[in-house]
């Protein structure tokens, strides 16, 4: 049940930036660089991070989190934890991977400074 609660609660950016920040250290660090680069806020890319684990995932991959979680000071965090570094570690050993988390690219803009 907690593996659901993580991922439900953590697919919002929201949620997602305050549990990323109370990880904190140099985990928080590179997951918020990692989403620099990417321009999204911290929030937002762990969110996606999530959101794409909960639809890739293997049976493996779900015992894990809930093995992370088990036990664990604070559960829900390293079920987080655990999630991200998953995720990552996937897209690292794809040659390919799909950056579908991307800040959208308006076609264009509606603010009138650009229309003149």
């Known amino acids: 049940m907690i593996v ?7 697919s919002n950016p929201h949620v997602a930036r305050a549990a990323v920040l109370s ?5 928080a660090r590179r997951l918020s660089r990692d989403a620099a680069k ?9 969110a ?3 959101r794409r684990f909960s639809r890739q995932a293997g049976h493996g991959d779900w015992e894990g989190v809930g093995h ?7 559960p829900i965090l ?20 799909v950056e579908d988390w991307r800040a959208p690219t308006p076609l264009f803009s509606r603010c009138e400074a650009w229309r003149h």
């Open 48 to 50: 996606g991070l999530v």
């Open 68 to 74: 992370a979680a088990r036990g664990a000071d604070q």
């Open 4 to 10: 659901r609660e993580i991922v439900s609660t953590c």
């Open 78 to 97: 390293s079920g987080l934890r655990y999630i991200l570094e998953r995720v990552r570690e996937l897209d690292e050993a794809d040659p390919d991977p």
């Open 23 to 27: 990880i904190g250290g140099d985990f």
């Open 38 to 46: 990417r321009n999204l806020t911290s929030g937002a890319f762990a």
